[in-house]
T-cell receptor, first 113, second 111 residues
Framework: DAGVTQSPTHLIKTRGQQVTLRCSPK?????VSWYQQALGQGPQFIFQ???????QRGNFPDRFSGHQFPNYSSELNVNALLLGDSALYLC????????????FGPGTRLTVT | GEDVEQSLFLSVREGDSSVINCTYT??????LYWYKQEPGAGLQLLTY???NMDMKQDQRLTVLLNKKDKHLSLRIADTQTGDSAIYFC???????????WGAGTKLIIKP
């Protein structure tokens, strides 16, 4: 039973560039949430996708956008990268109806130079 | 807004019990969680408790919830070197999909 997978593992980008991160949920899960974890801090909620729509959004600018595909996998896109976007980006999946159990992937470490 | 607070560090001797504490402000919190993060790894769900419970035990882990004081604790019995990690407390309300997180408590094990 595959857990949550994310790609790539690490990424280095330059300020102003755009980046796409990918997530495949745990088998049987239909809901994907994205979190940003800066060094030494707890994760911050970016948004959650269910039924291919953004269901809830945290306090992040429109530069952060996402998508969910019919197979429940998801992408996180960040445009016009800033140095402050450097962080670990975590994807969590859950099953609608059991949404209190969120399982996390290993994350993508994004470095913006 | 909602806030979750934890001590940043806890140091215990191998074999002793570890008690990690957390306070939260959201009175509508429905679910409270403990996650474990090892270096370079993602977050592992350890356990969670519903707000209508006072205690939950799962092998070496005991969660205590004092809803009146908005205080949550995680006790790890017989702490081992493999328990070295950062432990995050998180909460969410029933009508909310996002988890609100503390900054994490780094558990240091002394031989």
């Amino acid at each position: 039973d595959a857990g949550v997978t994310q790609s790539p593992t690490h990424l280095i980008k330059t300020r102003g560039q755009q980046v796409t991160l990918r997530c495949s949920p745990k088998s049987g899960h239909d809901t994907v949430s994205w979190y940003q974890q800066a060094l030494g801090q707890g994760p911050q909620f970016i948004f959650q996708y269910y039924e291919e729509e953004e269901r809830q959004r945290g306090n992040f600018p429109d530069r952060f956008s996402g998508h969910q595909f019919p197979n429940y996998s998801s992408e996180l896109n960040v445009n016009a990268l800033l140095l402050g976007d450097s962080a670990l980006y975590l994807c969590a999946s859950s099953l609608e109806g059991d949404s209190y159990e969120q399982y996390f992937g290993p994350g993508t470490r994004l470095t913006v130079t | 807004g909602e806030d979750v607070e934890q001590s940043l560090f806890l140091s215990v001797r191998e074999g002793d019990s570890s008690v990690i504490n957390c306070t939260y402000t959201d009175s509508s919190s429905t679910y409270l969680y403990w996650y474990k993060q090892e270096p370079g790894a993602g977050l592992q769900l350890l356990t969670y408790i519903f707000s209508n419970m006072d205690m939950k035990q799962d092998q070496r882990l005991t969660v205590l919830l004092n809803k009146k004081d908005k205080h949550l604790s995680l006790r790890i019995a017989d702490t081992q070197t493999g328990d070295s990690a950062i432990y995050f407390c998180a909460e969410t309300a029933d009508s909310n999909y996002q988890l609100i997180w503390g900054a994490g408590t780094k558990l240091i094990i002394k031989p």
